[in-house]
Nanobody, 117 residues
Framework: QVQLVESGGGLVQAGGSLTLSCTISGRMVSIVQTGWYRQVPGKQRELVASINSGGSTNYADSVKGRFTISRDNALYLQMNSLKPDDSAVYYC??????????????WGQGTQVTVSS
């Protein structure tokens, strides 16, 4: 069973930085994509950044140039020049094949990021 645990959230002033980490435990035959999503109350969860198995990255327009996603044995999100609008619960996501022929989508429990003005 794959488990994801996020850390690194917290309270920061506008203009500050935070780095989120997501530890990934458990085996998968193939990880197709990993990413970070965020959600605020009353709104849909939205993609922040993703990185696929080939190393290609994708960013939401609102975070381009400020956030950087990276992955080694864990998944990271470096967030710079934070704005109050970045405040949300951030979720780690892994999708792929835990076993051959079986697709799965895994989520962490979320970590709160609050940016004060």
């Amino acid at each position: 069973q794959v488990q994801l645990v996020e850390s690194g959230g917290g309270l920061v002033q506008a203009g500050g930085s935070l780095t989120l980490s997501c530890t990934i435990s458990g085996r998968m035959v193939s990880i197709v994509q990993t990413g970070w999503y965020r959600q605020v109350p009353g709104k849909q969860r939205e993609l922040v950044a993703s990185i696929n198995s080939g190393g290609s990255t994708n960013y939401a327009d609102s975070v381009k140039g400020r956030f950087t996603i990276s992955r080694d044995n864990a998944l990271y999100l470096q967030m710079n020049s934070l704005k109050p609008d970045d405040s949300a619960v951030y979720y780690c996501n892994v999708r792929g094949y835990p076993i051959i022929g079986s697709w799965a989508d895994y989520w962490g429990q979320g970590t709160q990021v609050t940016v004060s003005s």
